[in-house]
Structure formats: C-alpha cells, structure tokens
C-alpha cells in the first residue's frame, strides 16, 4: 500500500511539475536555467508601449498589416517572444489573429520571404494581452541571420468590424548594423538562446551591414505626452543642439507620426538639412546639406528621417521636413514642452510645444577639416620632377631641342581652353618642314654606303 502511495505522490508531482514548464513557456513567464541566456532587444528601464498597428487594409478589406525585423545571432536559438500585444477586443466583433514567422535569410527580403519558414504559428488574439506571444522550437534553431516576421491575417468583417494588432515600441538596444526593421518601425522583442562558451554577444553585425561610422542605438529625448494633441504637419522645422565632438546626429524619429483617416499610403514627406545660422529664414536660403523622402508612411508609427554624417559635430542645424502630396501626416506631442536646446518651428514661426522625438548618434572620431563653400584655389605651376639639374647652377638645364624658343613661352596652361585648330595646323607643317631635310639627308647616306659595299663586293670577285 505504501509503495502505491508513493507512486502515487510521484506521479503527481511529475504532472504538476510538466504543466508548471508548460504555462511557463506558453507565458514567457519563469525562471530561466543556467542553459539559456535571455537577450531583450530593448531597454528594460525605459519600458515599452503599444505603438506599432498593424491594421492597415487594402479596398477590398483584405489585411495588409505587417511588419519584420533582419537579425544575426552568434549562437542557436530556443524561444522567441514579445513582452507586449494588443489584439481586437471579443466585445467589439473584432477579434484579431496573427501570424509569427521566422526565416532563414536569403540575400534580401523578397526572396527571403519566397522561402520555407523555419517557424511558423498563427495565434488567435481574445482580447488585449492575455496571451503574450512567446515560441519555443522543437529543436534550436542554428546560429545565423533571420527575419522574424508578424502579420495580421484578419480583414474587414461582413459588418465592416476592423481588427486590429498592435505591436510593442520601445528603445532599442542595439542599433540597425545589428537589428534592422521594416518602415513600420522597431517592435521590441527577446530571444532565448543556448547558453554557449565563448559568445558574449549574441547579436552580431548583419550581413553586409558593417559601417564606416559605430551608429548607437535610438533613445527617446522627448517622451510622447499621454494625452497630448496630434498636429498636421506641412512645414515642420526642427534645430538641432550642438552635435558632440566625435560624433554626427544620424537619424530622428517623430514617435507614433499619425496619418488619420489615411490607412492605404500616400502620406509621403520629403526632408532638407541645413546649417543652422540664428534665423529660420536665413538658414533655409543657405546650402542644402542632405536631403531624402519618405514613401507610404504607415499610421501611428516612426516617422524615421536618416542622416549619415551630413550633421556633424560642433554645429547646430535645421532639419525641415515637408508635406510631399496630399496624403495626411503629422506628430504628436511631446512631454514637458520644448527640450533643452532643442527648437520647433511651422512655416518658420517657433513653437512653444515640442513633438515626441527620438535620436540615433553615430561615433566617427576626426572628420577633418569641414567642408567650406569657398572656391577651389587655381592650381599653380609646379616644375616637372624629371627635368635633369645643372651641376654647377644646381637649377634646371636648359633642355635641347629644335623647336622654336617661343614654343615653350606660347603654350596652354593646363586648365586653358584648346587653341585655334587653323594655328595648331599651321605649327604641324612647320615641325614637317623641320624633319624632312633631315630625312633626305639620312637617305642620300644610306645610298652612297650601299655604293660603296657594292664596289668592294665587286672588286673582291676579280
């Protein structure tokens, strides 16, 4: 009887134990063991919010909603998960399902996307954040590049309901030569990895990505106001503070960048840079120092202009960011009003309220002197190196030739546009006058020493 209780007590203490590991990995819950490193994309401190909506359609009500993150990691991984979802609520008819997707990565995303998945689940959302997304694999995927890819697969119901998926935003971790994201913007996310000798960084460098300039990841200086007014935008200015020493100001990002009751593209902006003088009008009157645009800008996502190394440190500078067609766009306000040093301005009048703002620096060290509007200076002449040198004078010898002593005097200067082709001919017949009696001469002497041999040969037979 003892022995069956025993077995008994096991029994359940082995089935409590195996739905304990199962809730913790349908969760993303528990403690992790001494096997598994948990790496987040983002930075816990600053936390996370739903910002990223998935719920775009096309005219016929089919979802086009999605969004993907490239990535390369150093060694196999064991779960994914996100720490954040908001999906269509029961109540409103509008239940929400997502699919989750991880690919191999094959030279770019289009043929990437054409291949097998290594991991695919669709999940159906009941509701907000009652289930958080979180997948373990049957066996660890290996080190390598992926994209792990999220799309909402619920349309427009027959009632008109709109579903919807929303993703998590927050800073970053690590910066786009490690993580790179689709237009929608940067959803954070961990994944679960062996735990392996020798590997402290488990993302690496993408493939292709490596940069002249160390780009550090975004941060958000200028936190979205919770329940701050959303502006149309049309002629936005925005001046920089002082760039640091060692560094250019890479990208910014106005957070969550609204397009209203524009769902299907066509909200573009085009963007200029300019060195920033005091005064908004003469700035803009000066050269243009980088200048892009932005193409089909999704709802409520980033609003991400990039820079490269055009602002560089020790300036401040104007980015102006235009309304490029009719498409609706805008942004949203910032917490605390204007941020130190920063500036905003509508048609060139500042503001007093400040948007929700996000910044990537990047580390370039020495740029060297910076490139000035001044004219080049004309090249001056520099004696030719192969001239041989007068010994007794150590200058120049004189060179020996034949030609006329105002040919040297007469002739073009580098940069100096090509001479009257009637001269240039006329010089041509002179150098052939020159030559041809000497060519006469070298051919009577050939003559008379063939005579000569001839006679000699001659005198030789008798």
């Known amino acids: 009887m003892k022995k069956i209780v025993s ?9 409590s134990l195996f739905g304990t590991f199962a809730f913790a990995a349908e969760s993303g819950e528990g403690e992790l063991d001494q096997n598994v490193v948990r790496v987040y994309t983002y930075d816990e401190n600053n936390g996370h919010s739903p910002s990223i909506w998935l719920n775009t359609f096309d005219y016929d009500g089919n979802c086009t909603g999605t969004d993907y993150a490239i990535f390369n990691v150093a060694a196999p991984m064991k779960a994914i998960g996100l720490p954040e979802l908001y999906a269509g609520k029961s109540e409103n008819h509008a239940d929400a399902t997502a699919r989750f997707e991880l690919f191999n990565w094959d030279t770019d995303t289009e043929k990437t996307f054409t291949g097998v998945p ?6 159906y959302f009941d509701g907000d954040s009652k289930v958080l997304p979180y997948f373990t694999f049957e066996q660890p995927l290996p080190a390598g590049q992926y994209v792990f890819r999220i799309t909402q697969l619920s349309g427009v119901d027959e009632e008109g309901n709109k579903p919807y998926t929303v993703l998590p935003m927050g800073d970053q971790k690590f910066a786009e030569t490690k993580i790179e994201f689709d237009t929608r913007g940067a959803f954070v996310f961990y994944i679960d990895f062996e735990n392996t000798d020798g590997v402290t960084d488990y993302f690496v460098n993408l493939a292709g990505k490596d940069s002249d300039v160390d780009v550090q990841p975004e941060k958000t200086v200028i936190p979205r106001k919770a329940d701050g007014a959303a502006y149309p935008l049309f002629e936005y200015g925005l001046v920089t503070p002082v760039i640091p020493d060692g560094q250019v100001l890479y990208s910014i990002s106005l957070i969550n960048a609204p397009t209203w009751v524009n769902k299907n593209g066509d909200s573009d902006v085009a963007f200029e840079v300019y060195k920033w003088t005091g005064d908004y009008e003469e700035s803009t ?8 645009e932005v193409f089909d ?6 609003l991400t202009l990039k820079f490269g190394t055009a602002m560089r440190y020790g300036n401040r500078y104007l980015i102006v960011i235009l309304r490029s067609n009719d498409g609706a766009i805008g942004y949203y306000e910032g917490e605390g009003g204007s941020a130190d040093e920063w500036e905003f301005y509508e048609y060139g009048n500042e503001l007093d309220y400040a948007p929700g703002l996000k910044v990537a620096y990047a ?14 200076a004309a090249p001056t002449e520099v004696p030719p190196t192969d001239v041989p040198v007068d010994p007794a004078t150590d200058k120049p010898a004189d060179p020996a030739t034949d030609a006329p002593a105002d040919q040297t005097t007469n002739a073009p200067a580098p940069t100096k546009a090509p001479e009257d082709p009637g001269k240039d001919n006329t010089e041509k017949k002179d150098n052939k006058s020159n030559v041809l009696p000497i060519v006469i001469i070298a051919v009577s ?17 008798k």
């Open 7 to 15: 077995v008994m007590l096991v029994l359940m203490l082995t089935l």
């Open 118 to 123: 290594a991991f695919s689940e669709e999940v």
């Open 297 to 302: 800008h999704a709802d409520n996502s980033d």
């Open 363 to 376: 580390n370039v060290g020495d740029l060297g002197p910076e490139p000035t509007d001044a004219p080049t």
């Open 445 to 461: 002497a050939v003559v008379v020493i063939g005579a000569v041999i001839a006679l000699i040969a001659t005198r030789k037979k």
């Open 285 to 292: 009157a000066g050269k243009v120092l980088a200048e892009g």
